[in-house]
């Protein structure tokens, strides 16, 4: 095996250091553990800040400890207006009452320590924080974790949704989620002490065997495997450049989960995958053909390998 998913990590030879090394999912109900959640700009930890950070520490289960702060960066803090409508943060709140961005992530790593972390949908959480804690070079963030989303899919298998705030009202924990850090991390434990009192052991056992265990490049790989939001699925991609993952392995990983590799760009190509450093190169003839299709509006997406690793990383923690 030389691209494979282990006990939901996902493990590429030769390009392992191109990977966030985060750590391993641990569904279970502890005593002990740091229950957070940030808020954001966006969706992407590549293009979008942290606006907002919350934390609580429980122990014994208890809380003993709180976290809280509005992040402030040193050029932009502007928030785009959706978000604003969504959580009522702003960027003239985060100028006025927020903290220095290095100052409020080294805190927040600190309140961590060495504790497991919980959250909900919590890989989103930790890929922005573990970027944010690199830039500064602080620790890193490879904590093991709970995620509450996959227990609530183990609880409610049959739901279309699982949102935080479905959870909150089937149980009748609160009718609306706040969209605040520190309130939703208050809200998350209190729908992961109602699963803690109705989980059997073998809803558990369920949810651990959703963790994906899969090896990408073997010779058959069954669709069940692969489960859902498969980033490949579908895609025509095109591997150029100086790529450490091995080609034949990735494209034997693309045609396993559903893609199609192609050696060449054309009209109809999804992903242009290329090495980190010929992202931006002038002579890479793949990328400047793959220009010329765009500007004729075809839908090319210029990934670079690490970018594309992350989407896969992502995936095989879903």
Not at 55 to 61: I, L, P, Q, T, Y
Request: charged share 30%; net charge negative.
């Amino acid at each position: 095996m030389s691209i494979y998913v282990k006990n939901g990590i996902l493990h590429v030879s030769g390009a392992q250091d191109k990977l966030r090394q985060k750590g391993q999912e641990r569904p279970d109900f502890l005593s002990n553990y740091t229950m957070l959640d940030i808020e954001t700009t966006g969706l992407s930890p590549y293009r979008d800040r942290i606006t907002e950070l919350g934390a609580v520490k429980v122990r014994n289960g208890q809380i003993v400890d709180q976290y809280t702060n509005l992040v402030k960066f040193p050029k932009n803090n502007k928030v785009p207006a959706f978000i604003t409508k969504l959580n009522g943060i702003t960027e003239e709140q985060i100028i006025n009452e927020g903290i220095p961005a290095e100052q409020a992530i080294t805190e927040f790593r600190e309140f961590i320590g060495d504790d497991v972390i919980a959250g909900y949908n919590i890989n989103f959480d930790l890929n922005f924080l573990y970027d944010l804690s690199q830039k500064f070079k602080l620790p890193i963030l490879n904590n093991d974790y709970v995620d509450v989303l996959r227990l609530a899919r183990a609880y409610y298998p049959r739901e279309r949704h699982n949102r935080l705030i479905d959870c909150m009202q089937r149980a009748g924990i609160a009718k609306v989620e706040q969209h605040h850090g520190l309130a939703d991390s208050l809200d998350t434990i209190k729908v992961y002490n109602d699963f803690s009192e109705h989980f059997t052991d073998e809803l558990l056992e369920n949810a651990r065997n959703e963790i994906k265990n899969v090896d990408l490049t073997g010779d058959e790989v069954d669709y069940y495997q692969l489960g859902y939001r498969n980033p490949v699925q579908n895609k025509k991609i095109v591997l150029s450049g100086h790529i450490h993952m091995d080609n034949e392995d990735a494209g034997k990983m693309i045609e396993n989960m559903g893609g199609k590799n192609v050696d060449k760009v054309d009209p109809m190509t999804n992903y242009l995958i290329m090495g980190d450093h010929d992202f931006f190169r002038k002579d890479n003839e793949d990328l400047n053909t793959a220009r010329d299709f765009i500007k004729n509006g075809s839908k090319i997406k210029r990934l670079s390998e690490s970018f594309f690793l992350g989407m896969l990383d992502d995936w095989a923690r879903s």
